[in-house]
């Protein structure tokens, strides 16, 4: 996927004439005197990232940010057009705070060559905690601990001095996996009377952020204990993809669920006691079949609850090529 340096970067804290799209070496390039633009509404764990940069003047730095929690806390990677062990550098940014000082020598460091004038790719391959990095598509330095541990994050460009970046291009990588993942941020509603429909746009103050267990279960009898009679309760999260796409989903519900993918009804089914499955979450989920939109897809359930021998859900998505992520 390719990044559009005008209508996907987010500028915020850098004055308009500080970073300008413009025509360098005859391509579309971003000109970014110093500082961080990341992509809107995009959030990375296992990724390929590459952008072009071009260096100018003498002195400069520039890079890629990932798996970034804030604008003051990423990993970052960047190169320099300088000679030695120093043109290629490993640098995590902390409160605010390049850690260069720190994070130095050749666990850190690696040369390269960075000339001056001229377009040079570098590539950030980041899978589970380790990350690569390659200069002009050979492999410069390995980080085998990525120093923030977090999982996922959002993507950006970086320099310090001005420079130009062109071409910035991402995609998912599998890192390993059978590219079946469940699904485990969600956000659910205060629970009501199955029998009295309530609004999905609930206050965002009535909604509560819930994690999925390892497996992807959320068992709501940990928020909620079991009313007098049936109730319901809302879940919802957002799947931002990549680029348009067919994908597969697998539903675990128990006792009754109706789900809808951007407002349109995807699935509705029972699963109670008494029924072939007894209730049981596992036994005999829903495999379905679901169109994606490029950028954030709203994905709803409402799960009821009949039975007083647990209520829950597990939805599992299927991604083998990594286009996927969780964004809400």
Known sequence: MRIDLDSQLERSGIEPDHCVLTQH?????LWLDTGLVTVRELDLGDLEA???????QRLGYAGIAFRGGDRDNYELCYVSPI??????????????????????????????????????????????????????GEEVLRIHQLKHGRPTGFLGLWCYKPCYFSRFRVRGVNGGRDG????RRWEISPKF????????????????????????????NRYYAKGPGCESVYARTVI????????????????????WLNDRELFRGTNFWGEADSGRLSWNPAHLRASLKPGPNHLRLKVMEQDR????????????????TVCL
């Open 240 to 259: 931002h993809a990549l680029q348009a796409r067919r994908v597969r989903m697998t539903l675990g519900f128990s006792d009754g669920c109706t789900m």
């Open 50 to 56: 590459s952008v072009d940069v071009c260096f100018t």
């Open 193 to 220: 009377p199955d029998d009295q429909e309530m609004s999905a746009t609930v206050e965002p103050c009535g909604w509560k952020a819930v994690e999925a267990e390892p497996d992807g279960v959320v068992c709501l």
């Open 25 to 29: 070496q005859g391509r579309t390039a």
């Open 309 to 324: 021998f647990g209520w829950g859900f597990r939805l599992e998505i299927a991604d083998p090529e990594c286009q996927l």
């Open 83 to 136: 000679r030695g062990a120093e043109a290629v550098q490993y640098d995590p940014v902390f409160g605010g705070s390049n850690t260069w000082q720190v994070y130095c020598g050749a666990d850190h460091l690696a040369p390269a060559h960075v000339p001056h004038h001229r377009w040079v790719t570098l590539t950030v391959r980041a899978v589970g905690d380790r990350a690569s990095f390659s200069v002009d």
């Open 180 to 183: 079946t993942e469940p699904i």
